[in-house]
């Protein structure tokens, strides 16, 4: 089990690592839906990644928008400089987005949003198939089918354990 919180800042992230966070994620300077949350420059998200690596723990980039056709230019220079910095894993949750991951031979683990709305076991299974390392469940998962999801997943799954907004 991985505990793990939200970081808008680097002031946050070492909060969370302080009291016990195994791992953050954070917003980069594009392509997140975590806009207005406070996020890193990559020079900041450099630092945060030296930071965690060092005593241990992970950083994850949400890369989960869902882009239009002239944003997907940006996206391989991004998600290949997020790789070089260190990420521990990318969040995303569009098929187009995970797809250059793919093309452009990014080896930094996929991590499915919640944004996705991932609501059962062959979708969790359909993303496995396709590389995906965890899925992030939709918040509205009943517990009963959160727990035969777990069993049965081909891949990590991690699901929201206060409710349906990110919160601290």
């Given amino acids: 089990m991985e505990l793990r919180s939200p970081a808008g800042n680097s002031e946050k992230l070492k909060a969370a690592i302080l009291y016990g966070a195994d791992a953050v994620f954070m917003g980069g300077p594009a392509f997140g839906l975590r806009a207005n949350a406070g996020n890193f420059t990559f020079d900041e998200m450099e630092e945060a990644f030296k930071y965690l690596h060092e005593r241990g723990k992970k950083g ?73 390392k965890r899925v992030i469940m939709a918040r509205e998962v009943r517990k009963n089918d959160l727990e035969e999801i777990i069993k049965n997943a081909k891949c990590q799954v991690e699901t929201f354990i206060h409710g349906a907004i990110c919160i601290s």
């Fill in 60 to 132: 994850y980039v949400t890369v989960n928008i869902y882009p239009q056709t002239h944003e997907l230019s940006d996206i391989a220079k991004y998600l290949k400089t997020c790789e070089q910095l260190g990420a521990d894993a990318l969040i995303v949750s569009d098929p187009g987005i995970f797809s250059i991951i793919k093309q452009e031979g990014i080896k930094t683990p996929v991590a499915i949003s919640t944004q996705a709305n991932t609501t059962n076991l062959a979708a969790v299974n359909f993303w496995a198939d396709l590389g995906a």
